[in-house]
């Protein structure tokens, strides 16, 4: 598999872009949030990076989620069996997050296993959320909206200007709360274009944020992948999703077709 054995570097590189992205953007890098998307790599990768001491990973697919997170539950547990053993300290417990469009007949299975759901873009998706949430969690559902900035087409996201109206309906259900906003920028090579999504996508997020009426918790902007996970920091991102970036590009074979989702 090319540029396996280079993750280490490839991680390391990740975090100083963002943390020299950050500061251009007159923040601190340790404000942001590396999601690392899990959908392309191998379990081999996915321990190696935990072993870094990586605690927040993504996936876009329920299947590929349930997969990856029960292999990882695996392996932690055989952790915590050696470190109880030899007296060290326990690894940490690790934060999935679910970044694809969701079924909603997936709902409770993605739910049961992860810490944010970035990709909620209708209030049906929020009413199934609400009732899976009463039934498997002990607490809220933590969401975010996923907007399209961009009006693609072919593309999840509600539009902008529909957004603060589904935050407000979300806002009644008592299990699931709305943490922020998610959006992707279009298939452009173009970084003006792209520059331009992240700045209305920060726009909208403080302008919700500033209107009142959402909670204090409504903190979250998620924006930025591996080819521009460095201008979302700089407009205000405070989570970016790197998947090839970190792990390479997929191998052959792998399913490519759920990047479109
Ligand atoms: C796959 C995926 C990413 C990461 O893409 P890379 O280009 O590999 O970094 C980010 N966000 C979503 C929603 C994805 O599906």
Redesign the pocket.
Same mark, same amino acid.
């Given at each position: 598999m090319p540029g396996r054995d280079s993750l280490k570097a490839r991680y390391e590189a990740v975090q100083t872009r963002v943390a020299e992205a950050a500061t251009r953007g007159g923040r601190n890098g340790g404000d942001i949030v590396v999601v690392a +998307?899990t959908?392309h790599a191998a379990i081999d990768q996915i321990r190696e990076l935990i072993a870094l001491g990586h605690r927040d990973f993504?996936e876009?697919r329920t299947q590929t989620l349930v997969q990856h997170a029960a292999q990882v539950e695996d392996y932690l547990d055989r952790r915590r069996q050696l470190r109880r053993a030899s007296g060290g300290e326990l690894p940490a417990d690790i934060r999935w997050h679910m970044? /694809?469009h969701l079924q909603r007949n997936k709902v409770r299975k993605t739910l049961e296993l992860v810490r944010l759901v970035?990709s909620v873009d209708s209030l049906r998706l929020a009413e199934e959320i609400q009732q899976a949430a009463a039934a498997v969690l002990d607490k809220p559902a933590e969401v975010l909206i996923q907007v399209n900035i961009g009006a693609e087409k072919q593309k999840h996201g509600i539009a902008p200007a529909a957004t603060r109206h589904l935050i407000e309906q979300i806002d009644t259900m008592f299990n699931v709360r709305v943490r922020g906003l998610m959006t992707?920028a279009p298939l452009t090579e173009d970084r003006a274009v792209i520059r331009s999504v992240f700045q209305r996508g920060r726009e909208l997020f403080e302008d919700i944020r500033r209107s009142g009426g959402v909670n204090e918790r409504f903190n979250i902007l998620s924006m930025g992948?591996?080819?521009d996970y460095e201008l979302a920091v700089e407009c205000g991102a405070n989570i970016v999703? +790197? /998947?090839?970036?970190i792990f390479g590009p997929p191998a052959d074979g792998d399913d490519a077709a759920d990047?479109l989702?």
């Open positions: +998307v959908k993504g876009n970044i /694809g970035h992707m992948m591996s080819s999703r +790197v /998947g090839t970036a990047d989702s």
